[in-house]
């Protein structure tokens, strides 16, 4: 396949967009990709991955706002701005820090800011119970909007239990 645009040499990089559920695809050799910029990280020897999802994503530390009064994490110093750039938190008291900005940002990466995945079997008892009310409140809640009051008599004592195993 040659390149979309110079018609000349093989293409190499293939792109695929989706804006607005338009599907649009390129297929650019190396020189042409370069030169639209798309792919600047082939011949750059200090790649990172941060700077490829800093990419991806169409980010740059110019598109970072530097506020004067911008929150600063007590115990390492790091501002948002510098985690911007380098995509890594200085120090676990970070996420508390500038937490909020950072809830934004995994919502908009993961879809929520929650944890979903595997728990470890040693402290995985507690927490399944903690899904498991929680599931069992949003039941409760469907039961009681769609008039199931003896389902959800039923819900609620269910998690009244979990709740009192939670607590011993």
């Known amino acids: 396949m040659l390149c979309d645009d110079c018609k000349e040499r093989p293409a190499s990089v293939h792109i695929t967009k989706i804006n607005n559920n338009q599907k649009t695809e390129k297929h650019l050799c190396e020189e042409c990709a370069q030169k639209h910029g798309e792919i600047k990280f082939v011949t750059d020897t200090n790649f990172s991955v941060?700077?490829?999802l800093k990419g991806m994503f169409n980010y740059s530390s110019a598109s970072v706002p530097q506020f004067q009064d911008e929150t600063v994490c007590p115990s390492c110093g790091m501002t948002y701005s510098d985690f911007s750039c380098s995509g890594k938190v200085g120090c676990g008291d970070?996420?508390?820090a500038y937490g909020e900005q950072l809830e934004q940002?995994?919502?908009r990466i993961h879809g929520t800011s929650t944890h979903t995945g595997k728990v470890p079997k040693r402290s995985g008892g507690k927490l399944?119970?903690?899904r498991r009310a929680q599931q069992l409140r949003q039941e409760l809640d469907r039961c009681i909007s769609s008039e199931e009051y003896e389902q959800a008599a039923k819900v609620r004592d269910e998690i009244k239990e979990i709740d009192k195993n939670l607590q011993d």
Do not use: I, M, V
Request: with cysteine.
């Open 128 to 130: 399944a119970l903690k």
């Open 105 to 107: 940002l995994f919502r």
């Open 50 to 52: 941060q700077d490829f």
């Open 94 to 96: 970070c996420y508390t």
